[in-house]
């Protein structure tokens, strides 16, 4: 065989080992939607789950017997998971928002890029450390495992992605705007509030929601932190549960098994469209 | 020129400027700048011009390490010792690249000098403000029916309009420009030069500019500036005809710069 | 608000990272020192006894430290055939094309999917298919665990990679092209170098995650708290002995959970550091 031919078979098989490879990506992807789909679809429909708690095991053992859906939902790791992602939200985003603002106005200070290390630092901490710290900050001070607790391990991982996506997208918008606002006599903070930020606003929120998704199906820092609670709960000081805990639940009792991709499919459904709709939002709102 | 009587408007004694200690980037300037006139600055890259006019709006002061020595005085008051918002109230500004806030529509950009300071208005009077300052920069008959539409959405030219109406909503003393054309095609160029003679009814205009023809157009009086220094200021019918330093000579032939 | 004010603001904002990250090096480490006093340092790292018997309690992290080791970079091994070729199809074959982006819209969702989703199909999908191969019982082990690793991180190493092998610059591979040159020898003997340093530590940062990945490798692990003697035994990584244990944990096993958990600390911040540094060290 001449060298010719050789080359161009080889890099023929290249391309196709390329291509082959690189689609076989997309398989576990679509596996595990048909898998939670296929098996969680039924339970998802029946008009309670989302209004209903937990139902206890001998409760799910009866219905099983007798060879019908298990009665209850997940109503009570719906409510647990909403009010920590939502307090959580709501620490991380002016925390964020303005630690990211100080990073992009303060470029060259070192103080500036010790934060910067920190907060990539911060980023790669697993969450089960995260998990571990906030037990120590929250749960052993209020000697009690709470949604307090879980939302202040959410805030600490969301805390870092909304200050790089708010430093990224300030430092996008040219110094000229600053400039031209200043220009006009406006106070720096005014421009900085009202001419800066709703300019970045669509990265900042694609920031954001990015982040809440990346919480929303966490399970290790929240059976360190809020633990689960089997009704729904709005005390936040109380222990408080959170879809993705009682798909831990479910996974571990026999008896609820079915229910285990139910709960999957609405957690699906839900951080899969958020990061979608984060996608979009990056790819249309830029920065204007 | 000699007959008029002269009035000051910005006077600049002993202006020094440096980036980095014991290096001037403007170098003792001391010149009178005269109401009602447009006085161009001209002089080859990096000679300074930029930072001494963005510091007349005192636009330095947002970058650390900038110093600045010597009097700037506009309308008299000394303006390194006045609040910088007052003066940049006094100083309208426009810039290089035309920057109309993307975020605010046609009619929220000429009125951002008062939204953003906070400074309330009727209706009427808003409306008012921005129709007089568009007609002022001769936009108001292009855009008065998209008013509501974004700033960016505009031509360059348009949008560098824009600009100079946002600057003059605030009825400034004195209007700075720097290089407001060299992002622009010709056609738009020459709007604004038009627009700038027109303008000096209302406003005093100092503008940088690396377009000699366009300084001889509209300029009543020029600088040059070489090296941080102002080598010659003078009419700018007096400089073109005969420039007295040998230097503004060379520049204005092309044979640097 | 005055200027100063505002400043003020962003700077405490700014410094509430810097708390944070300082807290949490102090109160691991606080929680660690009664663990570290009983043990000794060393004896703790060294030691792979995990006896919670009362009177006789021994805890040592070195299985975990292993378990740890041996799943992530058996994880990126399974991550590599896969992750590459995407980099190479995002970042090169169809550079710019609907078709990348749609691929990066696949493995952006692959990031996207919850860890205890990946276990539940891991332990559904993947676990009979160990068991039935005969290579463990139960079909638990590292050997069950890692490939799900390997794909959880997948987008991580593939998306980083493609952005360097994007930026290639495209003036070289015209050279090359125009001296003949086929594809694959442009990516074998231009591509490949110049990104070179940087697909590693693309690799440096996947791993970083896969060493504290937790739900995923807690449930397919099979928890067995002794050193693996192959890939094809049970084991627990540093983050799954705290996920299981951690709940009835108190006094000197409680605190020396808290230690693995400064451990894996320690060790993801360095890894990550190092695979930031080398990003920096090639000015990419
Ligand atoms: N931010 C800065 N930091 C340090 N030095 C600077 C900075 N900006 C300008 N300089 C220096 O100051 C000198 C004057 O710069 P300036 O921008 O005022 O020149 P210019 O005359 O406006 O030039 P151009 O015609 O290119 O706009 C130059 O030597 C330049 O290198
Ligand atoms: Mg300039």
Redesign the interface.
């Known amino acids: 065989m001449n060298t010719f031919t050789y ?2 078979i ?2 023929a ?3 196709v ?6 689609g ?3 398989v ?2 679509f ?2 939607l048909g ?2 789909l296929i098996k969680g679809w039924r339970q998802l429909i029946v008009s309670d789950f989302f209004v209903k708690s937990t139902p206890t095991t001998l409760d799910a053992l009866i219905a099983l017997r007798s060879g019908e859906i298990i009665p209850g939902g997940i109503a009570n790791g719906i409510v647990g998971t909403i009010l920590m992602v939502l307090m959580a939200t709501f620490i991380a985003i ?6 990211g ?3 992009a ?1 303060y470029k060259t200070s070192k ?2 890029s ?2 910067r290390f ?5 980023q ?6 995260v ?3 906030a ?3 929250v749960v052993i001070p209020l000697k009690s495992y709470s949604a307090l607790a879980g939302s202040a391990a959410l805030t ?1 991982m969301m ?2 992605l909304i ?1 790089r996506s708010t430093e990224e997208t300030m430092k996008m918008i ?1 110094n ?17 509030l ?2 800066m930020l ?2 970045a ?1 669509g990265g900042i929120f694609t920031g954001v929601l990015l982040a809440v ?1 990346r919480v ?5 820092p929240l ?2 932190t809020a ?1 689960g609670s089997t009704m729904i709960q709005w005390d936040v000081t109380r222990p408080n549960s959170a879809v ?1 805990l009682l ?2 639940e479910f ?1 571990n009792d026999p008896n609820l098994q079915s229910l ?2 139910s709960a ?1 499919l609405f ?2 459904i839900f ?2 469209t ?3 709709i984060a ?1 979009q939002i990056a790819k249309k709102w830029r920065i ?1 | 020129m000699e007959n008029t009587i002269k009035e000051n408007i910005l006077t600049l004694k002993d202006v020094c400027i440096s980036y980095t200690p014991g290096q001037n980037a403007v170098n003792m300037v001391t010149a009178d700048i005269q109401k009602g006139l447009i006085t161009s600055i001209m002089g080859p890259s990096g000679c300074g011009k930029s930072t001494l006019l963005r510091a007349i709006n005192r636009m330095h002061e947002l970058y650390p390490g900038i110093t600045i020595t010597g009097d700037i005085k506009l309308n008299n008051k000394d303006i390194l010792k006045m609040n910088a918002i007052e003066v940049r109230r006094m100083a309208g500004m426009v810039f290089q690249r035309p920057n109309p806030f993307p975020t605010l529509s046609i009619y929220d950009n000429v009125i951002a000098g008062y939204t953003l300071n906070g400074i309330k208005k009727t209706k009427d009077e808003k409306d008012e403000i921005v129709e007089n300052s568009l007609k002022n920069v001769a936009l108001w008959d292009e855009v008065k029916d998209v008013l509501q539409k974004k700033g960016t959405f505009l031509s360059g030219g348009q949008q560098q309009r824009l600009c100079i109406a946002r600057a003059l909503a605030l009825k400034p003393d004195i209007l700075l420009m720097d290089e407001p054309t060299s992002a622009l095609d010709p056609i738009a160029t020459n709007r604004i030069e038009e627009l700038l003679v027109e303008l000096k009814k209302e406003v005093t205009i100092v503008i940088v500019t690396h377009n000699m023809s366009q300084a001889a157009r509209i300029s009543d009086y020029s600088m040059f500036m070489y090296l941080g220094d102002l080598i010659e200021y003078d009419t700018t019918k007096k400089m073109f005809t005969n420039p007295q330093d040998k230097r503004t000579e060379e520049y204005l032939t092309g044979k640097f710069g | 608000m005055s200027d100063k004010a505002f400043k003020t603001l962003l700077w405490f904002a700014a410094s509430i990272i810097l708390i944070i990250t300082g807290g949490m090096l102090y109160s691991l480490t606080s929680g660690a020192i009664p663990a570290f006093k009983q043990f000794g340092f060393f004896e703790f790292l060294s030691s792979s006894e995990w006896n919670p018997t009362e009177g006789s309690e021994k805890y040592g992290a070195l299985a975990f430290i292993i378990g740890t080791i041996i799943t992530s970079i058996l994880g990126i091994l399974f991550c590599l055939p896969f992750s590459l070729p995407v980099a190479l199809f995002i970042g090169e074959y169809f550079k710019g094309k609907k078709i990348a982006s749609l691929l990066g819209t696949i493995v952006d969702l692959l990031a996207g999917i919850p860890s205890i989703v990946y276990g539940l199909w891991g332990f559904y999908a993947l676990r009979p298919i160990i068991m039935s191969l005969g290579l463990s019982p139960q079909g638990f082990g590292i050997l069950t665990a890692s490939p799900v690793l390997g794909i959880m991180i997948i987008p991580y190493a593939a998306s980083l990679s493609a952005e360097f092998i994007r930026m290639v610059p495209n003036d070289l591979k015209e050279g090359a092209y125009s001296m003949g040159a086929t594809r694959a020898e442009v990516i074998q003997h231009i591509i490949l170098p110049i990104s070179g340093s940087g697909i590693f530590s693309s690799y440096i940062l996947a791993l970083g995650r896969a060493l504290g990945e937790t739900m995923a490798v807690t449930m397919l692990i099979g928890n067995a708290n002794g050193i693996p003697n192959s890939i094809f035994d049970t084991g627990n990584t540093m983050a799954s002995i705290i996920a299981n244990q951690f709940g009835e944990a108190y006094g000197l096993k409680l605190s020396s959970l808290i230690a693995v958990g400064l451990l894996l600390f320690l060790i993801t911040a360095i890894i990550n550091f190092i695979g930031k540094l080398i990003i920096k060290r090639n000015n990419l």
């Open positions: 080359r161009k080889k890099n098989s290249l391309y080992l390329v291509c082959l490879f690189a076989l990506t997309a576990p992807l596996a595990i898998q939670v002016p925390i964020g928002i303005f630690a603002i100080y990073l106005e103080y500036a010790i934060i920190l907060t990539d630092l911060l790669g901490v697993p969450s089960i450390v998990g571990v710290v037990f120590i900050w600490v805390l870092p200050i040219p000229t705007m600053k400039e031209a606002g200043l220009a006009l006599g406006t106070s720096y903070p005014i421009v900085i009202r001419v709703p300019s606003f998704s929303i199906g966490e399970t290790a059976m360190l633990l993705s798909i831990w996974y285990v991709w999957s957690l699906l951080v899969l958020l990061n979608i996608k204007q």
